[in-house]
């Protein structure tokens, strides 16, 4: 998987519908005139649509009563299908068809898609293997994960949208599962569900549930819209939510008394970095951060840490530090109100940097402060030369394209922060601790 692979690309794709004729249809009478004639069934209103479908931006999402008998959902062949509801006689006149992919980013290549299909009839679904008497909740765990920001503003932040209306009743139906995934995330999954996960695309029984969720919805990058969400979900929900799951004990940082003398000093949390956009001159920033009183702190987690116990690590920082990665994600872990130091590598990055991590900090609780690296601090000058396009025309490499950006500004340069600039940044984040 490309790490860099971001998402900003329309989907071409369109749901695929199976509907029958209007509600109103034709009749020749004697004269041979066209006559209108319109039946009390026909006229009925036009019910909701079970899947949403809303466009190349937003992710495919159905919501499925049961009816006769519940959903029936055939994973190996990856079909959904739902009877008519008691309330409509038994019956569907008009059934339809979607074909939905069941990730928040509707465009993602290798997920497999969900066929889910209204049956006629009570009559045309298959007998039962298995009945549940919870919903089920069908997604796909692939996609981007393994990369641990989109972990969780893929799946992990949609899927407890999706989920945490049913306080644990629910079976969570997967496909394209990952047991990595599953394995680094099971405490989490298991607060949300109760069940057993069950793997789609290696399940070849027909199960039954009252009713079902096919897809999960992001409304926005590593965060929620409480508008968009009919619940009134919300970030600091979300972020309570994992103090509890991993029984983190701080909820407010440390604050800091102007004038008062204390042992104890507020913690800021270095996230280090062993790939591109590393911190070159860590040892300086550090000297430079217990200068202004700061316990320092160096957060290197590897990809298998037990999020739990890492999740620890940062609940007690005040602080929180770092060059743009996925290493911020462990920002859902702070106390609400600590103060979050994002710093945007060389490159016009500052969009980026807001959208993925600036913005969801806010919504959090944090108190962010963005920090934008000059050409002298970027290491891009040494290995490339101040007359390469990169270096001194950073928006023509925007122009050129996602790739190229990505390449020079998040493949191959590190950063040096110029100290003297950077120290006001610091002494910001304390008074922020005095506020």
């Not at 859902?332 to 980026?352: C, D, R, S």
Request: aromatic share 8%; net charge positive.
């Amino acid at each position: 998987m490309n790490k860099y692979k971001r998402s900003h690309r329309l989907s071409t794709r369109s749901p695929t519908q199976k509907q029958r004729s209007p509600t109103q249809r034709q009749r020749r009478t004697a004269d041979d005139a066209t006559k209108i004639v319109t039946t009390a069934e026909e006229s009925a209103p036009a019910k909701k649509p079970a899947c949403d479908i809303q466009g190349p931006w937003a992710s495919d999402v159905c919501d499925l009563a049961g009816g006769s008998g519940g959903v029936r959902i055939h994973g190996s062949t990856h079909t959904v299908l739902v009877p008519p509801t008691i309330e409509s006689g038994g019956s569907n006149p008009n059934p339809q068809e979607w074909r939905v992919l069941p990730y928040s980013r509707k465009h993602m290549s290798g997920i497999k898609e969900i066929t889910v299909r209204e049956l006629p009839t009570a009559a045309d679904a298959p007998r039962c293997a298995v009945t549940s008497q919870v919903p089920a909740l069908v997604f796909a765990m692939g996609g981007l994960t393994g990369n641990y920001w989109h972990d969780f503003s893929d799946v992990m932040i949609p899927l407890y949208l999706q989920a945490s209306r049913y306080d644990g009743e629910v079976q969570l139906v997967v496909t394209n599962i990952q047991p990595w995934y599953a394995g680094k995330y099971r405490h989490i999954i298991a607060r949300l569900s109760r069940y057993d996960v069950v793997d789609m695309d290696k399940d070849d029984q027909v199960r039954c549930f009252p009713s079902a969720i096919v897809g999960i919805r992001m409304h926005k990058e590593f965060s929620i819209d409480p508008a968009k969400e009919p619940t009134g979900h919300s970030m600091p929900e979300f972020t309570k939510f994992l103090r509890n799951v991993f029984a983190l004990p701080r909820a407010a940082p440390m604050r800091v008394t102007a004038g008062l003398i204390s042992d104890k000093k507020p913690r800021m949390m270095i996230i280090s970095r062993r790939h591109p956009r590393k911190l070159v001159n860590v040892a300086e920033v550090v000297a430079l951060a217990k200068r202004i009183g700061f316990e320092v702190v160096i957060g290197d987690p590897p990809f298998n840490v037990d999020v739990g116990d890492f999740a620890r690590e940062v609940n007690a920082a005040d602080v929180l530090m770092g060059v743009h990665g996925a290493g911020l994600t462990n920002s859902l872990f702070l106390p609400t109100g600590a103060v979050f130091i994002q710093v945007n590598p060389f490159g016009k990055m500052e969009h980026i940097g807001e959208v993925d991590f600036g913005t969801p900090a806010v919504d959090m609780g944090l108190k962010y402060m963005a920090y934008s690296c000059g050409m002298e601090e970027s290491t891009l000058v040494d290995t490339l030369g101040r007359d390469h396009p990169a270096v001194k025309d950073p928006e023509s490499i925007h122009r050129s394209g996602w790739s190229k950006v990505a390449e020079y500004y998040l493949g191959k340069q590190d950063v040096k922060l110029d100290l003297q600039r950077f120290e006001p940044v610091l002494l910001k984040a304390m008074a922020m601790l005095r506020e």
